[in-house]
């Protein structure tokens, strides 16, 4: 049996998942990954923020080429919405309508899909709604449902999961004033930390290849699975966070990968929690109703 590393460790106490709240525990440590765990000055990266109310509810997301060193020092070539690789956290309101435009600057057809938004067929970005190399899709996003946290990817037919394996992720988190309300963390990036959860197989070289040289069968009938966990496009990050609740927003954004999320130490899960590991299938957000009982 092999030893599970660290994948992530965050320092300091307390911590909030999806729409609750840890009354208490120090690091959250999941036996997830299978490579070595990294130095541990690797910083968690931060997705950049698209506020869509501060900047007149306009959104432009950029699908494009980028280059990102999952090995530092070995960059390799990926995808990213207006980034590199991954994309930016949107963070929209209730009752607000957001005009997207989304730019495809790739050499090949995408979509985008809203996963998880109350959307009509035509904004939602599946298959049918093709963006073209070089072509704007424009849709407006009438935000109406409650506070959440979201994702977006690209849905073409036959090249989705390819696309988000080279990098073609984001998050949405839509607002409506209850984690005001309830008190919850919500600075971004300080103490309310988007964690997207992906695995990868990194060539020695840096390379991520997705191709069919690199795919064997299982990979094609079940989707690509790799040997390294990367949170945020890194590997085996470190969050220094405030005292206080934290707050995370996970999305499994892997292709086929579940993870099954635990605390480093039994006590360091919330004392009122009915669960002591979280299992994330892999697209899927945890929320609230990941966690029984009503104490989170
Ligand atoms: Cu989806």
């Keep these: 049996m092999r030893s599970w590393p660290n994948f992530m460790i965050l320092t300091r106490r307390k911590f909030a998942i999806g729409c609750g709240a840890f009354a208490s525990s120090a690091t959250l440590d999941a036996p997830l990954g299978f490579t070595d765990p990294a130095p541990a000055d690797t910083h ?10 501060k900047q007149g509810n306009a959104v432009h997301l950029k699908a494009m080429f980028g280059r990102h060193a999952f090995i530092e020092g070995k960059p390799t070539g990926t995808y990213g919405y207006s980034a590199p690789v991954l994309g930016p956290v949107m963070r929209v309101r209730r009752g607000d309508e957001v005009q997207v435009t989304v730019e495809n600057a790739l050499n090949t057809v995408t979509t985008v899909h809203w996963h998880g938004l109350l959307a009509p067929g035509y904004n939602d ?22 506070a959440a946290t979201l994702w977006f990817h690209p849905h073409p037919h036959h090249d989705t999961a390819r696309q988000i394996y080279m990098g073609l992720t984001g998050i949405m988190i839509i607002d409506d004033g209850s984690d005001a309300r309830l008190d919850l963390p919500r600075t971004y990036g300080v103490d309310d930390l988007p ?55 996970l999305l499994n954004a892997a292709n086929a990968q579940n993870f099954d999320l635990r605390f480093q130490r039994r006590t360091d899960f919330p004392r009122h929690s009915v669960r002591r590991r979280l299992f994330a299938s ?6 609230a109703h990941d966690f029984p009982g009503g104490a989170l």
């Design 44 to 53: 968690l990266p931060i997705p950049m923020l698209f506020d869509a109310a």
């Design 125 to 146: 970005g599946g298959p049918q709604q093709l963006i073209q190399p070089g072509e704007n899709w424009r849709p407006v996003l009438k935000i109406n449902q409650p």
């Design 195 to 249: 964690i997207i959860l992906q695995d990868r197989s990194i060539d020695s070289d840096g390379s991520i290849g997705y191709d069919n040289n690199d795919l064997n069968a299982l990979d094609i009938a079940y989707g690509a699975r790799g040997d390294t966990i990367v949170v945020n496009g890194a590997i085996a990050p470190t969050a220094k966070v405030p005292a206080g609740l934290v707050r995370l927003r």
């Design 282 to 287: 892999a697209g899927r957000r945890l929320t």
